[in-house]
């Protein structure tokens, strides 16, 4: 399929900036596998069926935007996933600045620096920091801001009212540049109707990189490639997904990034294994989903590999149809906007 093939118009008043207040007030399109029904995510619990199983992400949003020194250069720094040796895979700008072996001072209150492992082709790098755990997140919260998706203007700076919306209930584990979007629309009162309805919730771990940002360049799909993240399954997690199934209950990946992570941990018959690593799984049209019966998830970018995913559950027709619904009847759109509860198509 062709890049062409995933593009559509969205007027700009219909990207959101603001989040929905409260959280589950946001609108639900339900994309069935024969009709477009319009709800709230506070409907959520009555779309589904005791028995069900929701699977979130639990990832924690960290101020991941930095911006540094090294002599005169001034170096902005991205960060993109954690390494198992406890570095850092960077996005870097004015990156041929920075070479192997130099130290970059961070602008802020603390003495915090990195040194350059490694320079990719790419613009990214490998940077080692010098303070770890408690130490680093520290350092991040005085010097680091948030990396908001460029669609939503700040002219003025960002707000301490950012950083809570732009932060999931589920938050616990810190390592992710975005925010798993659908996980946004949660709120404690429609955690407790989930659980009086008896729907299961299982908690995997994925750190949205900064790679969720960078646009696919070549018209053949086929040939992008995705930037890996790290991603972790527990047994419980795996545990409940699997005992919902055999019970009968539907799987529904809450987000994108839930769903990616389900698919690079399912066996040939269906079932979640315990998983610990990076994936760069390329969800798209062609591409048989295994792992879940629905998927909770926001509207998302013309040509984005995110729309791709959503094309290769429900049908790129399906879709469409839904999006072109969905900006007939004024829904909002991309990180803050309304969400969709997709069927997958087969």
Not at 140 to 166: C, E, K, N
Not at 230 to 249: F, K, L
Request: charged share 25%; with cysteine.
């Amino acid at each position: 399929m062709n890049l062409s093939d995933f593009d559509y118009f969205l007027p700009p008043e219909r990207i959101a900036v603001e989040p929905s207040r409260p959280r589950d007030s946001a609108r639900l399109l339900h994309v069935a596998r024969d009709s477009l029904q319009d709800y709230r995510i506070s409907d959520l619990p009555d779309l589904l069926r005791p028995g069900d199983c929701l699977v979130v992400n639990d990832t924690k949003v960290i101020p991941a935007r930095l911006t540094g020194r090294r002599g005169n250069a001034h170096i902005g720094i991205t960060l993109d996933r954690p390494m198992p040796d406890r570095t850092w895979r960077v996005l870097l700008r004015n990156a041929r600045r920075a070479r192997p072996g130099d130290t970059i001072a961070i602008d802020g209150p603390d003495s915090f620096t990195a040194k350059v492992i490694t320079r990719f082709d790419d613009g990214s790098a490998q940077l080692r920091f010098n303070r770890d755990d408690a130490d680093f997140e520290a350092a991040l919260s005085s010097s680091g801001v948030l990396a908001l998706p460029p669609y939503i203007p700040r002219d003025h700076g960002l707000t301490p009212q950012d950083a809570a919306d732009y932060q999931t209930i589920f938050a616990k584990h810190p390592g992710a540049v975005a925010a798993p979007t659908a996980g946004l629309h949660f709120s404690p009162t429609l955690l407790t109707r989930l659980e009086e309805k008896s729907i299961g919730i299982a908690r995997v771990t994925l750190h949205v990189g900064a790679g969720t940002f960078l646009p696919v360049r070549t018209d053949d799909i086929s040939a992008h490639r995705i930037h890996a993240e790290y991603g972790v399954i527990g047994a419980e997690a795996a545990a409940r997904v699997n005992t919902a199934r055999a019970q009968g209950g539907r799987i529904i990946a809450v987000g994108t990034t839930s769903l990616r992570l389900l698919e690079s941990a399912v066996d040939r018959d269906g079932r979640i294994l315990e998983f610990d690593g990076e994936t760069d799984i390329f969800l798209r049209p062609g591409v048989q989903i295994r792992s879940a019966d629905l998927l909770l998830t926001n509207f998302h970018l013309p040509r984005s590999t995110l729309l791709m995913l959503v094309a290769a559950f429900a049908g790129l027709d399906r879709i469409h149809s839904a999006y072109s619904h969905a900006i007939k009847e004024n829904y909002r759109f991309y990180s803050y906007g309304d969400a969709t509860l997709l069927e997958r198509a087969f």
